[in-house]
């Protein structure tokens, strides 16, 4: 019985490590995120893809919402990378971690942002998109590996966007009605939380140029 009580506990373990420890093999050319690479961002947590589509807040900015969705297909989960407003980053150049970055929704072009209204459900600062490419749409990339230089895919990272400071943030208990039913809030908090952790899962890629500060 001894025996068998701890070969169950090993088996727990491992399990545990796995969950953890575990991600997908990718080539060493692609594994670091670029400029001009088009993404899915997934939350931590609730597994929901940062989405956005054609439907305005009927209250806050009334500008286009920002949701999570657990559809995997849904090409409106896309997002591509670019540079702080104002600087050019060139296509294939890494992301260092604490960079400055703006994420444009690849749909409808909009650029992801953050701003002092309430979100609809959880009363969290409003996340949406806007048509603005300049300061209100740049966010913070923060590398929850202290000792990593670059935004590396699979790995947590938080988003901070850089005007209120707030972390982009989902909750799995506050979900929509129509007309984008069963679909989560997306919002910004203004602490650090487990539900505000994103990692980068899929994607189109472009491979890494040379860092003259490697």
């Known amino acids: 019985m001894k025996t068998l009580l701890l070969f169950l506990l090993s088996l727990i373990t491992l399990s545990y490590a796995y969950d953890y420890s575990h991600y997908t093999d990718i080539d060493p050319r692609f594994e670091t995120v670029t400029c001009s ?58 992301i260092k971690c604490g960079s400055i970055i703006r994420l444009q929704h690849t749909d409808t072009k909009k650029w992801l942002s953050s701003n002092n209204f309430q979100s609809p459900l959880s009363g969290n600062g409003e996340v949406n998109c806007i048509d603005s490419d300049k300061e209100d749409s740049e966010w913070k990339v923060e590398c929850l590996d202290r000792k990593a230089k670059y935004w ?16 982009l943030c989902t909750y799995m208990n506050y979900i929509y009605n129509d007309p984008i039913r069963g679909q989560m809030e997306v919002c910004a908090v203004s602490s650090n939380n487990i539900q505000s952790q994103w990692k980068v899962m899929e994607g189109f890629f472009f491979s890494e140029q040379n860092d003259d500060n490697n």
């Open 37 to 94: 690479s088009t993404i899915k961002l997934q939350n931590v947590v609730s597994g929901a893809k940062l989405h956005s589509h054609i439907v305005r807040y009927g209250s806050g900015s009334g500008e286009q919402s920002v949701t999570g969705f657990n559809e995997n297909d849904d090409s409106n989960s896309y997002w591509t990378v670019t540079g702080k407003y104002g600087d050019i980053c060139a296509r294939g150049t890494k």
């Open 152 to 167: 590396i895919r699979e790995k947590p990272v938080r988003f901070i966007h850089n005007k209120t400071g707030n972390r």
